[in-house]
């Protein structure tokens, strides 16, 4: 028997049909998070288009997302979203960042230092390498 979706799974569907790309559709969505979420949001956006201005700022499950033609590469998912603890920075499997036979994919975030910013800078930098 089929489970059904959970309120935020329904929602994340119908956000999906309303993807967006470009850095306004991005900047509007951050808006709209609640901090600590959209402080995160902002610095993870400024991050990435310093690291990789070649990336393409989209909303992608109705968050911000980063595309490299046309495919994106790296995201952020506010904690709010899911109601989780930490907000999530993840990588897609466009994302050249493979390591062997096993490699993480997402990262925790909870709060962003000079350390974290410069971690992702690199791990942007890359993944679209």
């Known amino acids: 028997m089929a489970r059904k979706l959970t309120a935020e799974e329904r929602a994340t ?8 790309e470009g850095e306004a559709a ?9 901090d600590p979420d959209r402080a995160l949001a902002e ?4 991050i990435v288009m310093r690291a990789a201005p070649g990336l ?3 909303t ?13 590469v790296c995201f952020f998912q506010a904690a709010a979203k899911f109601k989780a603890r930490y907000a999530t920075f993840g990588f897609s499997d466009k ?6 036979h096993m490699w993480p994919t997402s990262f925790a975030l909870a709060k962003l230092t000079r350390a974290e910013e410069r971690r992702i800078a690199q791990l942007v930098k890359r993944a679209v390498g």
């Open 95 to 100: 994302a050249n960042l493979d390591e062997g």
């Open 26 to 34: 991005v900047l509007a969505k951050i808006a709209e998070l609640p």
């Open 60 to 72: 992608w499950y109705g968050m911000p997302a980063y595309a490299k033609d046309g495919k994106v």
């Open 13 to 20: 569907l119908k956000e999906t049909l309303q993807d967006a």
């Open 43 to 46: 610095r993870v956006h400024a």
């Open 56 to 58: 393409r700022p989209r």
